[in-house]
T-cell receptor
Framework: EDQVTQSPEALRLQEGESSSLNCSYT??????LFWYRQDPGKGPEFLFT???AGEEKEKERLKATLTKKESFLHITAPKPEDSATYLC??????????FGSGTQLTVLP | GAVVSQHPSRVICKSGTSVKIECRSL??????MFWYRQFPKQSLMLMAT?????????EQGVEKDKFLINHASLTLSTLTVTSAHPEDSSLYIC???????????FGQGTRLTVV
């Protein structure tokens, strides 16, 4: 059974204070690892797909990396508008998406 | 990215009534749609897969008589929560299968509150 564990559950940062979110996973036959941003009461918004260990993707202040066991979402110099819940998900040989519980990020001005 | 429109975004209903949620694919025809449920501070959990022209496939533990799914056309799937109870209060989110890549695209979500 595919599993995704995200840490920390919640993270409070000052504006400009860089940090990383962790996503540990076990999956049979990784097809892709995904990062999404979710605002309260809304559906997830797609950020990145990572396909293989060593791969990195960047978008504005966000950078996602992947190893064989975990993925990190690095946030550089965050702004208050980056406050959201960040979700990690994997797709394996079963071709279903398995989500983690998310990291709730709050960036204080 | 692929566009999925979900309606309504919020609904409050009385216990025992039914609520219908619509999910539309705006940019391409989808023979399959996925329905998820998310309780506060928990993961998105797949409830069922709707299939155009055939019965929906439900995940283990999801009552198919309570959560009625109809894939009316190649661009519309609906989820009806029948005889809703307070424990059905949750965020319901639809998505459709990926286009070229593997990533799924989600609707805006429907916050259901049963009072």
């Amino acid at each position: 059974e595919d599993q995704v564990t995200q840490s920390p559950e919640a993270l409070r940062l000052q504006e400009g204070e860089s940090s990383s979110l962790n996503c540990s996973y076990t999956v049979s036959g990784l097809r892709g690892l995904f990062w999404y941003r979710q605002d309260p009461g809304k559906g997830p918004e797609f950020l990145f797909t990572l396909y293989s260990a060593g791969e990195e993707k960047e978008k504005e202040r966000l950078k996602a990396t992947l190893t064989k066991k975990e993925s990190f979402l690095h946030i550089t110099a965050p702004k208050p508008e980056d406050s959201a819940t960040y979700l990690c998900a994997v797709s394996g040989s079963a071709r279903q998406l398995t989500f983690g519980s998310g990291t709730q990020l709050t960036v204080l001005p | 990215g692929a566009v999925v429109s979900q309606h309504p975004s919020r609904v409050i209903c009385k216990s025992g009534t039914s609520v219908k949620i619509e999910c539309r694919s705006l940019d391409f025809q989808a023979t399959t749609m996925f329905w998820y449920r998310q309780f506060p501070k928990q993961s998105l959990m797949l409830m069922a897969t709707s299939n155009e022209g055939s019965k929906a496939t439900y995940e283990q533990g999801v009552e198919k008589d309570k959560f009625l799914i109809n894939h009316a056309s190649l661009t519309l799937s609906t989820l009806t929560v029948t005889s809703a109870h307070p424990e059905d209060s949750s965020l319901y989110i639809c998505s459709k299968p990926p286009l070229g890549g593997l990533e799924a695209f989600f609707g805006q979500g429907t916050r259901l509150t049963v009072v």
